[in-house]
Structure formats: structure tokens, C-alpha cells
């Protein structure tokens, strides 16, 4: 499976950016999805999921309430939506694709394919 992902860009804080990840070469819709991010010098950090077992969203709590992942099987596509930015979201966003467990939908080693990251900055 190869991810493209799409929709980064500079942002004043209180603004909205809306993330794409097109999916091709394999089986997407049989994986869960979701998004991480990374800053310099820091390890990934889980950002939002969608569950294939459960059809579920998941979210870490600093993003919760301002950032909605959805997708579209028929598109091959996982969007992240995200509103009322805040300088602490500038990072390099990962798009992702895996079947890790439940338990641990928030650890990158769940997930085998990465998508090549997109840059958001958020000014203050």
C-alpha cells in the first residue's frame, strides 16, 4: 500500500486545515487508518484513528474536540479535518495504515504503512 497525503500548509492559530491521504497498490479498506505527527527531535505522536474492526474514531487527548478523521473506502481515502489550530500543532503529519489492536490503535508499531508526511504550521 502506497499513502499520499495532501493539505498542508501555514495557518494563522484559530484557523482550519484539512488533511487528504489517497491510499493505492493494496487492500486499503481492509486496514485501519489514522494520523501521527512528529516534530524535530521528539517521537511520533498518535493523533487520530479510525478502527476497521469497530468502525470507530479514536483521538488523543490534545486533539480531541477540534480534529475529526473520517474516510471514504470507495475513494481510498482517510481525511483529517482539523479546526481551532494552536501553534502546538505544527508538526510533520503522517498518514497511516496497519492492523494494530485495539488496545494499542495509539502506538506506531501497529501500523506498516506511512505515508511520506505534511507539513502544518500554525503562527501565532
Known amino acids: 500500500v502506497q499513502l499520499q497525503a495532501s493539505g498542508g500548509g501555514l495557518v494563522q492559530a484559530g484557523g482550519s486545515l484539512r488533511l487528504s491521504c489517497t491510499a493505492s497498490g493494496g487492500t486499503f479498506s481492509t486496514y485501519s487508518v489514522g494520523w501521527f505527527r512528529q516534530t524535530p527531535g521528539t517521537e511520533r505522536e498518535f493523533v487520530a484513528a479510525?478502527?476497521?474492526?469497530?468502525?470507530?474514531?479514536y483521538y488523543s487527548d490534545s486533539v480531541k474536540g477540534r480534529f475529526t478523521i473520517s474516510r471514504d473506502r470507495a475513494k481510498n481515502t482517510v481525511n483529517l479535518q482539523m479546526n481551532s489550530l494552536k501553534p502546538d500543532d505544527t508538526a510533520v503529519y503522517f498518514c497511516?495504515?496497519?492492523?494494530?489492536?485495539?488496545?494499542?490503535?495509539?502506538?506506531?508499531?501497529?501500523?506498516?504503512?506511512w505515508g511520506q508526511g505534511t507539513q502544518v504550521t500554525v503562527s501565532s
Open positions: 479510525w478502527a476497521m474492526q469497530n468502525n470507530r474514531a
Open positions: 497511516v495504515a496497519g492492523r494494530p489492536i485495539i488496545s494499542s490503535i495509539s502506538s506506531p508499531l501497529g501500523y506498516a504503512y
